[in-house]
């Protein structure tokens, strides 16, 4: 299973795009990488996965490197209700591995 | 929408009595899972389910156990609850993995915080 590290907090202004990091250098070749947010008192949503291509959504884009051993979230324009602890999570053998996630504060 | 349900936000409950948290989904997903959070532990799986009737342990299942009578329905059932067991606990679906190369989102419930006095 992918064990994955993520800085403990980050802050972004209001309207720029929040970039989150993820390390994720024990992944294997089957193992998707999932993004998923908690806002407070709230079950984790799901943000978006994938394998090796970059990804996007409406919520947000997903880079993952080449070596597949990082990843970054990228929300383009960042509102206050973005506000969350987002976890980098490994996928394999049908367990998701969740890590301890970043908070992020949206600063208006 | 994916839609899951918990039936309690809150939960208090004595040490050594059995309790019962009920989840149901509304989207004919085969696969259940149930959850604890603790801080600084993140999410841990306690058991999972691929199908009615079938279980299978995931990290953290002693003292812990699971019902999965019904498609919608899984249950996670504390045996004799104790302090430890004090927790947030969450449960997640989702549609059956045909190859371990599809990725396939689990969506959760908003989850029971559960006390244990």
């Known amino acids: 299973d992918a064990k994955t590290t993520q800085p403990p907090s980050m802050d972004c202004a209001e309207g720029r795009a929040a970039n989150l990091p993820c390390n994720h250098s024990?992944?294997?070749?089957?193992?998707?990488v999932y993004w998923y947010r908690q806002i407070h008192s709230q079950g984790p949503q799901y943000i978006i996965h994938?394998?090796?291509n970059n990804e996007t959504n409406e919520m947000a884009s997903l880079i993952i490197t080449e070596d597949r051993k990082s990843s970054t979230l990228i929300l383009p324009h960042a509102t206050l209700r973005d506000t969350a602890v987002y976890y980098c999570v490994g996928f394999g053998n049908e367990k998701l591995t969740f890590g301890t996630g970043t908070r992020l504060t949206i600063i208006p | 929408d994916v839609k899951v349900t918990q039936s309690s936000r809150y939960l208090v409950k004595r040490t050594g009595e059995k309790v019962f948290l009920e989840c149901v989904q509304d989207?004919?997903?085969?696969?259940m899972f149930w959850y604890r959070q603790d801080p600084g532990l993140g999410l841990r799986l306690i058991y999972f389910s691929y199908d009615v009737k079938m279980k299978e342990k995931g990290d953290i299942p002693e003292g812990y156990s699971v019902s999965r009578e019904k498609k919608e329905r899984f249950s996670l059932i504390l045996e004799s609850a104790s302090t430890n067991q004090t927790s947030m606990y969450l449960c997640?679906?989702?549609?059956?993995?045909?190859?371990?190369?599809?990725?396939?989102?689990?969506?959760f419930g908003d989850g029971t915080r559960l006390s244990i006095l």
């Open positions: 997640a679906s989702s549609s059956y993995l045909r190859t371990a190369f599809i990725g396939q989102p689990q969506h």
């Open positions: 024990t992944i294997s070749g089957n193992e998707y």
């Open positions: 994938g394998l090796k």
């Open positions: 989207m004919d997903h085969e696969n």
